[in-house]
């Protein structure tokens, strides 16, 4: 094609719409006017108006969580990029492809702490693949497509562009199918899967007696699910995924052993203590998963799949190491795995353990409470798990994952590698857009949490999205204060909630229908509104305040530490011998004292 | 996988693209990855688009393969190069400012002689010398200086080549 010319504000917008991009999430401010400018005349783009940029950054990531494709948010130079910080390294934990557009101070200024000059690309260094400063008009289309391909090739990830709002301005000529044909000789993603190293599998696979399938993000990302259940009902292995695992291998398929880890079931994580052979697939032996790492599956082989080599032998030696798209080497390993498998014995056990220890939840019928666990299993049971679920971070996000009973990939969106408060409601509109209006996107979100990404409210209820928040209210910054009980003699520093907005007031400011739930028998009724209700609804379940999450294996600590259910027999001592609920009034004027004095 | 054994080290060479913020890259995947760099050197190649690292690291076999692996996720980096099993040139030079009373003068020059030094600038009380070679031969070259006083050191850092005909 012959080269065309353009500001670089349009050359970036035209380099959007090569790549497919149909959707950004942005806010503006001076560095980025001209880029604007063009949004505003741009006919093939939605952009949504964030509250914030941080919200942006989910939003694009809920988006890409739910879609697979590339989320794209824009913000501003200096607070409007570092706003963006949380979103982009919590993208790089949880390996989503992102693309982050920054505005940056004119050229001529950049290093002399111009108005609103921040170092995006130094800060962003550690939390992205990789970042541009194009500090010339010229390298501007074909940086956003190297971009592009470098947030969705090999392990996908963010990517940030830094561009000064001069060369927004400048103009370009360009051929923008050229610039599309990228070459990055240095940059390495198609790893090709080893026949050998499938092969070796393939015999540890023959030898195992107590074999378990440890599934994590990658399968997901590769969308290699149907691999994996194949794979699973082939030989009859169990299946345990990650937090990021949910969903790829049905939880009521009779092989699931739900999530292990921290949280995990007990059957899961004890399947994992005695197994004689670990497959992984595209999961990352995280902390949250093997606890101390010389105990976890002590007496197991490991076979390793994933697609970054970086993750080999990271945590965890493997004793056979796939790397390259699992997908690829599911499919190589398949023919080579035997279907008559004799591991009855081991099935049989790990029957056991689930009849032994199953999960536990309060479905409030004896008590009248209204506990968490339950409200998640009822908004599983009646939107007969159809939907798609974010979560903030904290017990919710745990339960959610214990509880709900994923049944397909992309379903449950979470925040788990930087645990990231104020995710799941800018998640769940981003996910809402990706999945269209008619699918209901439920945001499980603790009142804590809730709290840090608030300001997107109004984006449900401008674009009238099908996003049911259901905030798990305990009055308590939960997860903390559960570690407070449990490992600090209940020393409540400043966990106590209790204050906080009338959210059934504040969903109504927002222009959408607010609900409150305080007891089990109006829990039914509550989803119900919210599921017959067009658009968005917020609902706030007053839950019990003082529960933990079980199971529970100890940070850095094993199986055999694992506390399993709520100890019983032990008298709980009242809750006020260290925490004394604060006198939570507004002082009276009169009653202010002024200590100086 | 921990060792009992003193921390080995290890040279790589690492070719990287000749552009800014290359060497922050670098040397900030070294620091928050917790790896130890020894020394670092950064030169150009024969290719101006390219320059060569060469990072002496301290680690066990499992952090070299780490950091191996961590370095080539780096966009800007080409080739990483660790001299396993591989016989190997290594380099370093130093200029040395000793003290020399004329009275000492030969006896230090015995000692550059022996080390197949160069005094490269001299002065009433002082002379300066260059020496080159491996990371042991110059720690020893300091040493037989010490006694006289040195007044200013600098070194360069480890350069290395493969020996033969390959090329990295
Ligand atoms: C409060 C809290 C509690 C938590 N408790 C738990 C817990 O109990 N259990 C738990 O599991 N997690 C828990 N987490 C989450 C945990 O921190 C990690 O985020 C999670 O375990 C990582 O999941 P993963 O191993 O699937 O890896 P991901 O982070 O999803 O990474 C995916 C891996 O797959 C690889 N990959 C990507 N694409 C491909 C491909 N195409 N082919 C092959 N490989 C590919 C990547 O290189 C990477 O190694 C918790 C988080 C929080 C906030
Ligand atoms: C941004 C951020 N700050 C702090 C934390 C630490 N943290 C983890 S869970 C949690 C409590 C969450 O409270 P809430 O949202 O009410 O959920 P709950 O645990 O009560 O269900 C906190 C403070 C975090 N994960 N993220
Ligand atoms: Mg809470």
New binding site residues.
């Given amino acids: 094609m012959a080269k065309i010319k353009s500001t670089g504000a349009k050359a970036l917008l035209e380099s959007l719409r090569r790549e497919g991009v149909e959707i950004i999430f942005g806010y503006p401010g001076g560095a980025v006017i001209p880029l604007y400018d063009e949004i505003y005349h741009c006919d093939f783009l939605q952009h949504v108006l964030v509250r914030h940029e941080q919200g942006g950054g989910h939003m694009a990531e809920g988006y890409s969580h739910a879609t697979g494709k590339v989320g794209v948010c824009i913000g501003t130079s200096g607070p409007g990029a570092t706003n963006l910080v949380t979103a982009i390294c919590d993208a790089m934990m949880d390996s989503i492809p992102m693309v982050a557009i920054t505005g940056q101070v004119r050229t001529e200024v950049i290093g002399k702490d111009a108005f609103q000059e921040a170092d995006i690309t130094g800060i962003t260094m550690p939390i992205t693949k990789h970042n541009w400063l194009v500090k010339d008009v010229n390298d501007l289309p074909r940086v956003m497509h190297e971009a592009f391909h470098i947030a969705r090739s090999g392990r996908p990830g963010p990517v940030l562009v830094d561009v000064p709002v001069d060369v927004f301005r400048a103009i370009v000529e360009y051929d923008p199918d050229e610039v599309q044909n990228i070459e990055i000789s240095s940059f390495k993603s198609d790893f090709k899967v080893h026949k050998v190293q499938v092969k070796r599998a393939a015999e540890l696979i023959a030898q195992a007696k107590k074999p378990v399938l440890y599934v994590g993000g990658g399968a997901k990302a590769a969308g290699a699910e149907h691999l994996v259940q194949a794979l699973a009902h082939k030989t009859g292995f169990p299946v345990t995924t990650t937090l990021h695992g949910l969903g790829t291998f049905p939880e009521n398929d009779p092989l699931s052993l739900g999530m292990l880890g921290m949280h995990g079931t007990a059957y899961a994580n004890l399947a994992v203590e005695h197994c004689d052979l670990l497959i992984a697939i595209g999961a990352r032996f995280d902390d949250r998963v093997t606890g101390k790492v010389s105990a976890f599956a002590q007496n197991a082989k490991v076979i390793h799949f994933d697609i970054d080599p970086g993750e080999i032998n990271k945590v965890r030696r493997a004793d056979v190491s796939i790397v390259g798209n699992c997908a690829e080497a599911l499919e190589a390993l398949l023919p080579l795995v035997d279907e008559t498998q004799d591991i009855s014995e081991w099935r049989a056990e790990l029957d056991a353990w689930r009849v032994d220890m199953p999960l536990e939840f309060n479905d409030g019928a004896q008590d009248g409470t209204l506990h968490?666990e339950w409200v998640i299993r009822e908004i599983a049971r009646l939107t007969d798990r159809n939907v798609v679920v974010t979560t903030?971070?904290?017990?919710?996000q745990m339960w959610a994952a214990q509880h709900f009973g994923m049944r397909s990939p992309r379903q449950f969106i979470t925040s788990g590698g930087l645990?990231?408060?104020?995710f799941g409601l800018p998640a769940a509109i981003g996910a809402s857009f990706g999945v269209g209006p008619d699918k209901d996107v439920w945001c499980i979100?603790?009142?804590?949490?809730?709290q840090?990404c608030i300001q997107e409210l109004i984006v449900a209820t401008i674009y009238k999205l099908p996003v049911k928040i259901a905030i798990?209210n305990?009055t308590?910054?939960?997860?903390?204060r559960q570690w407070q009980e449990m490992f600090w003699q209940k020393h409540y520093s400043s966990v106590d909630?209790e204050r906080a907005p009338d959210f059934v007031l504040v969903a109504e400011a927002y222009g959408m229908l607010g609900l409150r739930c305080d007891n089990v028998a109006d829990v039914e009724a509550t989803i119900r509104k919210a599921m017959e209700t067009d658009g968005p609804v917020l609902m706030d379940f007053r839950v019990v305040k003082e529960t933990n999450v079980y199971p529970m294996i100890p940070s850095g600590q094993t199986v055999g530490d694992m506390i399993v259910r709520k100890p019983q027999q032990i008298e709980e001592p009242e809750s006020t011998c260290h925490y004394q609920p604060r006198d939570t009034r507004m002082p009276v004027v009169d009653e202010v004292v002024d200590v100086a004095r | 996988m921990a060792t009992a054994i003193a921390a080995q080290t290890h040279t790589i060479t690492v070719l990287v693209d000749n552009r800014p913020g290359v060497l922050a890259r670098v040397s900030g995947l070294f620091a928050r990855r917790g790896y130890n760099i020894e020394s670092l050197t950064v030169s150009i190649t024969d290719n101006p688009n390219m320059s060569r690292m060469t990072i002496v690291v301290a680690g066990d076999a499992d952090t070299l393969e780490q950091i191996t692996k961590q370095l080539h996720k780096l966009i800007d980096v080409h080739k990483v190069f660790d001299y396993l099993d591989t016989p190997m040139l290594e380099r370093e030079l130093v200029l040395l400012k000793v003290q020399s009373e004329p009275e000492r003068r030969a006896e230090i020059l015995q000692l550059v002689e022996i080390f197949r030094g160069k005094v490269v600038d001299i002065a009433d009380r002082a002379m300066v010398i260059e020496v080159t070679g491996g990371g042991d031969k110059i720690d020893s070259f300091e040493k037989q200086m010490e006694p006289f006083g040195i007044r200013e050191l600098v070194r360069t850092g480890r350069i290395a080549m493969m020996r033969g005909s390959r090329t990295v």
């Fill in positions: 968490a903030d971070v904290g017990q919710h645990g990231t408060m104020g979100s603790g009142d804590g949490s809730f840090m798990l305990n308590f910054l939960g997860m903390v909630m």
